[in-house]
C-alpha cells in the first residue's frame, strides 16, 4: 500500500513559501493571511515529523529536509498546473468537411492549405469542390466558403473577401498574339466563367466596348475551367484579386490591360450556428481570416506591356486602352453567380 500524501494546503503553503522565501509574498500569491501561512507550514511539519525551515532572520531558509521535498513538491504542482491548461484549450482534433468555390480551392486554398494542417496536425480535413449553399444545412459540410450575396438564411455567414474582375491571359499567347487594344479582343478566344457572359458584358461595358465585334467564345461552368483553359493558352479569361493573383506573381497568366471591375458578389464563409460553436470548426475560419490578411496583395498591374518589348512606344501605350481611375463603367451591377 502507498503511504498517505500530506494534505494539500499545507503543500501549496511550503511550496509557495518555499519558491518566494517569504511568508509574507506567500500570503499575498495564495491570498491569505500571513496567520494562515504560518500555521499550514506548521501543519506539514508536524505530519512529517519533520523540520522544514531555518527560521533565521526575515528570509526563510530550506532545511535539508526542506530541500528534499521542495522540488517533487514544484515537480507536482507544474504537472497539474500544465495539465489543467492543456484541459481549457479548444479541441484541436477531429474530422472537419469544408466546402469551397472551384477555382478558390484549386487555386488559393490548396497551395496553403499544409500550412494549416502543420499548424493543427490532428484535424483531419476533407475538401469539397461546391458553390451550394444548400450543402451547409444538409450536413455534406461543416464550413463552406461561397460565393454569391452573403444571404441564406438559417447559418451563421460572414464577408470573407470582395472581388475585382480583370482579363488574364498566359504569356506564351500574347507572345504570339498581342494585345494592343480592347478592339484586339475581338481576336482572341473569349472564356467565359459563366454560363450566360454576364461577367463579360460588365467589363466590356466598363470599357465603353458593350458593342465590339465578339470573336470565339467558350462557355465553361465556373472560373476554374475559364482560368485554366487560359493557362493553356486556349484565350482571354477574366481572373479575380482572389484566386488569379498568384498565378500573376508566378508569371503564369499577365493582365493585358489595367481596367477592373467591381464583383457584385463576394466570397463567404459560412456554416451551422452549432458548428460555429465547435473549436475544431473556430480555428479553421480564424485560419481563413488571418490567411487572407497575411497574403493581401494590391490590384494587378498590367503586365502584357513586358511581353511587347521591341514594339513600338505608341503599340505599347495602346495595350492600357482604358484607365482604371476614369470610373466607367463602375456602376455596372450585372448579376451574377458562377465565380467559381
Known amino acids: 500500500m502507498p503511504s498517505r500524501l500530506p494534505p494539500l494546503n499545507p503543500l501549496r503553503a511550503f511550496e509557495a513559501a518555499a519558491r518566494r522565501g517569504s511568508v509574507s509574498a506567500a500570503a499575498r500569491e495564495l491570498n491569505v493571511t500571513h496567520g494562515a501561512i504560518s500555521h499550514q507550514i506548521r501543519a506539514l511539519e508536524e505530519a512529517l515529523g519533520v523540520t522544514l525551515f531555518e527560521r533565521s532572520g526575515k528570509r526563510l531558509k530550506l532545511s535539508s529536509q526542506g530541500a528534499l521535498l521542495l522540488p517533487a513538491v514544484s515537480e507536482a504542482f507544474g504537472g497539474i498546473a500544465a495539465a489543467t491548461a492543456l484541459m481549457r484549450q479548444p479541441a484541436t482534433s477531429g474530422s472537419l468537411a469544408v466546402g469551397c468555390v472551384p477555382a478558390l480551392l484549386s487555386f488559393w486554398l490548396i497551395p496553403r492549405v499544409n500550412r494549416f494542417t502543420e499548424q493543427y496536425p490532428g484535424i483531419r480535413l476533407s475538401l469539397v469542390a461546391s458553390n451550394d449553399p444548400a450543402q451547409v444545412l444538409s450536413r455534406e459540410v461543416d464550413v463552406a466558403i461561397l460565393y454569391g450575396d452573403g444571404n441564406w438564411p438559417d447559418c451563421w455567414t460572414r464577408l470573407w473577401s470582395h472581388l475585382r474582375l480583370f482579363p488574364v491571359a498566359s504569356p ?34 466598363a470599357a465603353d466596348a458593350i458593342d465590339l465585334p465578339r470573336g470565339p467564345q467558350l462557355f465553361t461552368s465556373d472560373a476554374r475551367l475559364s482560368t485554366e483553359a487560359a493557362l493553356h493558352g486556349q484565350g482571354v479569361a477574366l481572373g479575380d484579386t482572389i484566386t488569379a493573383a498568384q498565378l500573376i506573381a508566378r508569371g503564369e497568366l499577365v493582365v493585358p490591360f489595367d481596367l477592373t471591375v467591381p464583383a457584385n458578389d463576394a466570397f463567404y464563409v459560412a456554416c451551422r450556428h452549432e458548428v460555429r460553436a465547435a473549436p475544431i470548426a473556430r480555428v479553421f475560419i480564424d485560419w481563413l481570416f488571418t490567411s487572407l490578411e497575411e497574403d493581401s496583395r494590391p490590384e494587378p498591374q498590367t503586365s502584357a506591356r513586358m511581353l511587347l518589348r521591341g514594339r513600338s512606344a505608341r503599340a505599347m501605350d495602346d495595350v492600357q486602352p482604358v484607365s482604371a481611375s476614369s470610373g466607367k463603367g463602375t456602376a455596372i451591377s450585372q448579376k451574377r453567380k458562377a465565380r467559381g
Open 172 to 205: 506564351t499567347l500574347l507572345n504570339s498574339r498581342p494585345l494592343r487594344s480592347v478592339r484586339d479582343l475581338a481576336d482572341h478566344m473569349l472564356l467565359h466563367g459563366d454560363r450566360d457572359g454576364r461577367e463579360w458584358n460588365t467589363w466590356f461595358a
